[in-house]
């Protein structure tokens, strides 16, 4: 009956059946509800929706085991209902969850994929105060295999695994609580999801801003934050939240601020960026460059239509506003600053140019005794050059370098020395040897003709524990020869 459209006729024998009760009249019921169901959410009916599950709820024969197939179909209403007609930023939206969610909370779903489908659909709500109370309903151990795996929209956009998505989610609603025992409680979890699943770099910043509500050091909080922000260097909402966690380091801060509203993004995303950097700069007394940030907000605002924000409403009607001239220069050289935190928890070493491929627009680096590298550098060298240098490596061993300066040579380096000695050559080579001490540096045929070396001559030289590619071997090479 329900099928062929007679749904409140299959209802109402089903509320005859039960009046009688009748064997296998709640299971009945519970089709005829999930038809109403179904029908409530095509229609948007809210009241009706939640009155059926209600009603559904009452039915104390069902079973999550044997009418798995009736709840399942249940929960795809229920979840595609949240994703389609409960707006993340509408008024009533808090109430309607919590409305559905007390009624679902009575049951104790097992794994499947119309239950992951509920929990995707209520996630996206990341204002709701029970936020973290579903979830902990919902319960992770719920997750299937799938949902650990991002997936690609038509578009070829990629999307972030559900898994993942939802401990964000309770990492935002546990902070939003600034529920301190719960947040304690969540750590051990978050943190072996972060270790299953190293590909996942989200949780990490999360798991470092719940250490900083927990009281830790910042030092804590960025070792574990500094991956993920190195992998989004180039979005402005990474710089923004890295601002948080500076909110005792006003430098810091500020220069975290002015280089996200510095990155290549639509100025209508800009908006509460500038309001944070423009109340910064208030803090400072700083007027002029917080009066430029407050019209850029202002002239964006009001270009799209939208509400003027409550502190921009305020501080246009100032008096100091109409007194100072807006600034849109930089006080600070935030950039100087901010790839000095990039370099935080980064290995550190001191490099000396070997080589230099124009082609490839890479330079080889010695950076330690029998290690080396091959990057492109932001700033011109020469073979020779001493850098200080701060990279990362991955597991399989590959680099990314995040800065290098120009240094002076260290004496207690094992792999690169000034020295003294005598030139070895002999008139039918073109290449040479240095002798000094009881070592010998080989000298290239370039090296040689570009300084014009001979046999027996004085020299001061720098060399450079290196490798040989032609012998596969560890050598001392001469990178650059002055004369005595």
């Known amino acids: ?107 104790a779903f097992v794994a499947s994929k119309g239950y992951s489908f509920l929990l995707q659909s209520f996630i996206k709500c990341e204002g709701w105060r029970e936020m973290a109370d579903f979830i902990d309903w919902w319960n992770f151990n719920n997750l ?149 940030q407050i019209e850029q907000v202002t002239r964006c605002y009001l270009s799209q239509g939208w509400r003027l924000p409550y502190e921009i409403d305020c501080w246009i009607h100032q008096p100091w506003i109409q007194s100072v001239e807006a600034n849109g220069g930089n006080p600070i050289n935030y950039m100087a600053i901010t790839d000095e935190i990039l370099c935080i928890g980064t290995e550190e070493a001191v490099a000396v140019v070997t080589q230099i491929n124009d082609r490839l627009h890479k330079v080889a680096m010695v950076y330690g005794q029998e290690k080396s590298m091959k990057q492109k550098l932001r700033i011109k060298v020469k073979v020779g050059d001493v850098l200080k240098i701060n990279f990362i490596s991955d597991t399989n061993g590959r680099f990314r370098l995040l800065s290098a300066h120009r240094s002076t040579l260290s004496t207690n380096l094992n792999y690169v020395k000034e020295v003294e000695g005598v030139i070895q050559k002999r008139d039918t080579q073109p290449y040479a040897f240095l002798k000094y001490g009881n070592e010998r540096a080989f000298v290239s045929p370039n090296l040689v003709n570009a300084n014009k070396v001979s046999n027996s001559e004085l020299v001061k030289a720098l060399v450079v524990y290196g490798y040989d590619s032609n012998k596969d071997r560890w050598n001392w090479i001469c990178l650059r020869i002055n004369k005595l």
């Open 144 to 292: 299937l295999p799938e949902d650990y795996t991002p997936y690609q929209l038509q578009n070829g956009r990629t999307v972030l695994s559900l898994a993942e998505r939802a401990y964000i989610a309770k990492s935002k609603a546990l902070l939003q609580l600034n529920d301190l025992g719960r947040i304690e409680e969540f750590l051990p979890q978050i943190d072996e999801l972060i270790e299953n699943h190293p590909e996942m770099l989200y949780p990490g910043y999360f798991y470092g801003k719940m250490l900083l509500a927990l009281g830790a050091s910042v030092e804590d909080a960025l070792r574990v934050i500094m991956p993920f922000v190195r992998r989004k260097i180039t979005e402005f909402w990474v710089w923004s939240l890295l601002s948080d966690v500076f909110v005792n380091e006003p430098e810091k801060q500020l220069a975290c601020l002015l280089r996200a509203v510095h990155c290549h993004t639509q100025e209508n995303f800009l908006g509460r960026v500038r309001i944070k950097l423009a109340a910064l700069y208030i803090q400072r007394n700083q007027l002029d460059y917080a009066k430029y």
């Open 1 to 107: 009956m329900c099928k062929s459209g007679q749904v409140q006729q299959a209802y109402n024998l089903a509320r005859a059946d039960m009046e009688q009760q009748l064997p296998w009249a709640q299971r009945e019921m519970g089709w005829a509800l999930y038809y109403l169901i179904k029908n409530d959410t095509e229609t948007a009916n809210y009241q009706s929706l939640v009155s059926h599950l209600d009603e559904l709820k009452s039915l104390d024969q069902l079973t999550i085991s044997e009418d798995n197939m009736l709840f399942e179909n249940v929960l795809y209403k229920v979840a595609g209902y949240v994703k389609a007609c409960i707006s993340p930023t509408g008024i009533d939206t808090s109430v309607k969850l919590s409305r559905i969610f007390s009624t679902l909370r009575g049951y």
